[in-house]
């Protein structure tokens, strides 16, 4: 009798304490996602003192702390997230080992793992975070098999398998040695049924899918939606700001994009994240350079340069406020920053793309045509379409070399097809047919998109093809805008072979 009263108070117990689990865990993520981490990290302790054999508390505990450390690079983060992650991966296994067929379990398993692995890839330690991954990716694949209708798994399988799609080279070479594979139309799908379906996980899903509409695909209608409605939900989240304000630059709405930065330099009192803090003057400098306000840009970029704890994008803006200066008149002082454009971080494609520019500009004479193209093509990025065009029509183009005229002849083309007046447009892309100098010249890539998208527009989607894949061929690493963009229009020109199989299936 003893015995099953006994069994009785831990069926009890078991009831009762997981809601009360979940309950807490739904606090301490709401209260992290508004940024309230003081009270934030009260509820993590109480998880860990009424649950001390639960992972969950040690788990978000550490997750919050990596957080800091991947927007600060502080050692005390640092050793914090070591500190609560190692007791989360112990208890996480002792879980999962007395309880296998638990999707829940497994799939706190491998959240932990999956910390480590994003610990490991910010510090560039390939096989450690491939590994970490594997171990992550086994974890939520058996929690989904368990338990097919237990979402949240799939958001950060969804996240991996889309990541994993862009490795390069050697790198994707040993994602395959150790039993790893990315799928862009599988992560993307397992991300939106986490989105749809998902008890705790919707605004981290929606945090991710906004990300990856901007930043890899250029889908920016679907981007906004997401975006738009974390932020005014969470309005002092620095990180959904500032993935917020990334938007309105790719869309060209320079004017929403500072009021957005402004939020995070001057409404936020005392930021938690510091190098995102620090990024915010960067953005700030390049909409400033964008609107053509240059001696204002030059203050923010410097800003930025000021307040940055890591040396990732100073090269890059060393080479913005150069260029700044040029079109100051101050010759001088651009020389300055064309040599100091040359100290970024030699790991990032911009920094490195800065470097070689520096060393081409610094003795370079920039006329007045250059200017104009400078101003020309910061109309265009600010969607001044018209301003643009305008603005080109004072070029002395008999002092002009032939790949000058051809890149003011891009920024027309361009401005005209977002003007949608694809038959002039045309006339233009016309000229260059057979020019077997193209190949040669920078904007090779930005031509053969442009020439793609009026394929498309005109539905040779063959044409189009040829061209997109020429785009890919040419395209200069750090141009993350237009590579954006060649992704966007593969996949709609993807859609488009995929329905006509289908209807020749049917």
Not at 134 to 145: C, L, W
Not at 249 to 257: C, G, V
Not at 339 to 350: H, K, P, S, T, V
Request: aromatic share 14%; with cysteine.
């Amino acid at each position: 009798m003893r015995q099953l009263f006994f069994i009785l108070i831990l069926t009890y117990v078991n009831l009762f304490s997981q809601p009360k689990l979940d309950s807490l865990v739904s606090v301490g993520n709401e209260q992290s996602f508004q940024f309230n981490f003081t009270d934030a990290n009260k509820t993590f302790e109480t998880i860990i003192n009424l649950f001390p054999e639960s992972s969950q508390g040690y788990y978000f505990k550490s997750r919050n702390y990596l957080w800091f450390y991947l927007a600060n690079k502080d050692s005390l983060s640092k050793n914090l997230f070591f500190k609560f992650h190692n007791i989360a991966l112990q208890i996480a296994e002792k879980e999962y080992n007395l309880n296998k067929e638990n999707a829940k379990l497994a799939s706190n398993l491998g959240n932990v793992y999956f910390l480590n692995s994003i610990f490991n890839s910010s510090e560039q330690n390939s096989m450690d975070a491939f590994w970490s991954t594997k171990s992550a990716v086994g974890y939520f694949e058996d929690a989904i098999e368990l338990d097919e209708k237990y979402f949240e798994p799939r958001l950060p399988l969804g996240t991996i398998q889309y990541a994993l799609s862009f490795v390069p080279g050697f790198l994707g070479m040993a994602i395959s040695i150790v039993g790893l594979d990315g799928n862009k139309k599988e992560g993307l799908n397992n991300i939106n049924l986490a989105l749809e379906n998902c008890m705790n996980c919707k605004t981290e899903a929606a945090y991710h899918l906004g990300k990856i509409y901007t930043e890899y695909n250029a889908q920016y209608i679907k981007a906004e939606k997401l975006l738009s409605n974390i932020v005014n939900k969470y309005p002092n989240n620095e990180l959904f700001l500032y993935q917020y304000a990334i938007l309105k630059i790719d869309k060209r709405e320079l004017q929403n994009a500072l009021k957005i930065l402004d939020r995070i330099i001057f409404g936020i009192e005392k930021p938690n994240f510091v190098q995102t803090y620090a990024l915010s003057f960067f953005l700030k400098g390049e909409v400033l350079f964008k609107l053509n306000r240059f001696n204002e840009s030059i203050s923010e970029y410097e800003k930025f340069i000021q307040k940055t704890s890591s040396p990732e994008y100073t090269g890059f803006a060393n080479l913005k406020i150069a260029l700044a200066f040029e079109m100051l008149n101050e010759k001088h002082k651009a020389q300055k920053h064309y040599i100091l454009a040359r100290n970024g971080n030699e790991n990032i494609a911009e920094d490195i793309s800065a470097t070689e520019l520096s060393k081409i500009y610094f003795d370079k004479v920039f006329s007045e045509n250059d200017k104009i193209i400078i101003k020309a093509n910061n109309y265009l990025e600010s969607g001044k379409y018209k301003e643009a065009n305008y603005l080109l029509n004072d070029l002395d183009k008999k002092t002009m070399a032939d790949e000058s005229i051809f890149a003011a002849n891009l920024i027309i083309v361009e401005s005209l097809q977002n003007l949608d007046k694809f038959d002039k447009s045309f006339e233009i892309l016309k000229e260059y047919d057979d020019n077997s100098e193209i190949n040669s010249y920078k904007d090779a890539s930005k031509f053969y998109y442009l020439t793609a998208l009026q394929e498309f527009h005109n539905k040779q989607y063959s044409t189009s093809q040829e061209n997109l894949d020429l785009a890919f061929d040419n395209i200069q690493e750090s141009n993350n805008k237009l590579h954006r963009l060649l992704i966007n229009l593969l996949q709609k020109l993807d859609e488009i072979n995929n329905n006509f199989q289908n209807n020749n299936n049917n």
